[in-house]
């Protein structure tokens, strides 16, 4: 045994992150870590790592006891992480990250050649194929992991733990991903693998420990578990099977015709993209990011006017016209950035659920706020969603990701309005919150209303949507009925392929 | 119980900065006073004591707060809903300016005259900030620039008037650059003993419409989270620029009625350069950052800085403390409420950033 952490207590104000919390790894083993968001995962990893400090309990790291005053003792102890969110020079190259702190110099100067020749070699006998002298802004995402990957290799860490990893990859890029785990492994390294993806976990694990508000639940073998069992351990209960009702779509709600749009650079961000939405269905748009879906979504809501083409919501044409005006006409509209476009973290909870309400009827009077029904409204949402605050008069900043993305996704999908443009609904949600939203979406579909959903989670896609496009490219190349494709073949259509790869 | 408390601490908790960035400045005061060979205890109690506790001290306070609270709920107004007006300076001037050639053009019973003064002026105010808003729209300026280039204007427009137009020929001092006494139409003193007159009353009832405004309308709504996020207003269809010019608007015509009922209560004429020397303009933007655009906190903060003004010509008088104090003391008000912009602004910056981490 390599790792034992035992009895970690780690608190923060008065609330319990770690509650006894206790972990081993064996070498050459991939332990995964599994829980809802708030389980406590990434605070014990934290605590491992370095960069917090526990309250109580005990680090025994190859037979020493430790205890990391900062991520340096851990690096020191042959302790790596990759971070969900990149530490890279973006302007600088591959090789110039990996070697960062600890550069082979001659004379006194960076040895360009030596080092390139280093970051050859590691990145070979671990088959992390990278180009030492690529530019990291430069380099996709799945490759930018890679040199972190090889960061820790560099620092010649025998246990690295991975935050979140497969967050921000496409599915090939995952594959990789796990491959890569697994070749790990096999040389020799111990991997704690932090996630709430449970196919991955399923694909790589050696053992699994579940984590449930600030616990550890139960500490599996692979081989003696599936998806059903761990789902029902991290959530307490069992998910409820969402399937779509068979549905007759009815009029038409969105009709976006030859929708095209360039970029200052000259190229064309949107170029031609027709697509409809009915009463009563799910439309998905499933893409990489920065394939135009932002773009589509802009010019729809009105947040960008300068483009060609017709776009008309609920009969009304409003090509071209402002957010006021396509508001009016029937659509509501989850943000993809929930801090720069679907809140002000500063403003109250009933101010943020008041946004596009302010002059209607229901919550004001000759200009004069209706200050009443707004709180209600705002204290009906909040007790729907389960959001956790105190009261409706609370800031935004004060709640986690989770909890604010609820605040937003409530206020645009109880809005009554037949027209939801649904970005990303469920980001840094958890399952159970997940799940209620799912509910909610589909619930509006099947009282007629319509929506479009664009997200980069596929799973999402395929299981709420009657149909699927799939943009690449600025353009929306295919489309599918539900059931009629899977995850691996959207992958592979993501990215550019064709339908009969 | 429990909840009522923390609901009232909550409330109190803007108000935590503005001591301390008071605390703060009286301080550096001392120390000045130290080094400068005064006694800093005596002095800074001397300048309080001055500014605030006696009838005849607290009147005078509230005589030069009067103006700075109309600069103090402008500034607040435009630079809560995140548009950085400089220019309740040149707003003031021209409401000052437009009251003195308008009163005695009226014929008409005192209190006729005094509405339609203060209706003329604060139209004049808020013509005066919709043409630098429009300036600053049209050519893509920044408005701080353009305000503060304004307030020149306004300065210099309403010296030439004055000299070449409506110089008083009556003047005692032949070298007096100021327009006719008006005689009908004046606001009179609250109390006939002290300098207060109704134009703290205005500004009162101006506090109390502003904090409205801001907090019950949907206007108000709208200005709020465009000062907040603007990104988010627009999401939600606020319409920017329609919100902007409303918000300049009315800024303008809180502007320019502190001026004129500077002229209507204290000097009954325009005088050059009345509101530019005093800077009550200074105090006023310097009111709305300590207070962090909160109307209320406008209020007090407003009246505070006019009081160690007055404590400041207090202490020169009576300790030969130079009166310049209080520019220092202000002056360090002012850093640390920047400071705080600033704070806010990297805080915002950094959670954006922790958002991603």
Redesign the interface.
Known sequence: MILQMKDIVKTYGNVVANDHVSIDLNEGEILAIVGENGAGKSTIMKILYGLEKADSGEITVWGEKVNFRSPIDAMKHHIGMV???FMLFGSMTVTENIVYNNEIAKNGFFDRKANREKVRQLSEKYGLMVDPDAIIDDCPVGTQQRVEILKTLYQDASLIIFDEPSAVLTPNEVDDLLRTLRELAKAGKSIILITHKLNEVMAVADRITVMRAGKVIKTLNRADTNTDELSYLMIGRHTADLQLRPHNPGETLLQVKDLTMGSAAGKKVLNGVNLEVRAGEIVGIAGVSGNGQTELVRCI???EREYEGSVTVCGHDVSNK???T??QAGLS?I?EDR?????????SLS?NF???E??SEKY?RH???K?KQIIEHADKLIAEYSVKVDNS?QKM?ELS?GNAQKIITAREIEREVPLTIACEPTRGIDIGAMEFVHERLVNKRDHNGGILLVSSELSEILKLSDRIYVMYNGQLNHEFKHGEVDERKLGKLMLGGKADE | MNDKIK?LT?SLKPLLYPLIAIVVGLFAGGIIMAITGHDPIKGIFGLVKGGFFSPYSLASTLTRGTPVIFAALSAALAWGSGYSSMGAQGQMIIGAITAAIVAPLINAPGWVVVIVTLLAAMAAGALYSLMSAWVSARFDAYLLVITLMFNYVADYFASYLTNYVFLDPNALDKLAIQTQKIENGILPRILSRYTTHYGFIIALVCVALVYFIVN????G??T??TG??A?????????AKRTMYLVLLLSGAIAGLGGACEVLGTKFRYVDKMITSPGYSWSGITASLMSGYNILGCLFSAIFLAGITVGGSVVELSMNIPSEITAIIQGVITMLATARFVINWKK?QN??AG???
């Open positions: 971070q969900q969110h809501t009105g947040l402002g957010v006021d396509i508001r509209h943000p801090y720069v476009w679907g809140s002000a973290r500063e403003a101010d008041l946004m596009g302010e002059n004001s200009g004069v706020l200050s008069r900043k990701g | 609901k909550a019950k309308t949907s206007f709504y709208k709020r989270m907040l996020n990104s988010f207003a627009q999401y939600g269809g606020i319409k915002k959670g954006k958002e991603q981490a």
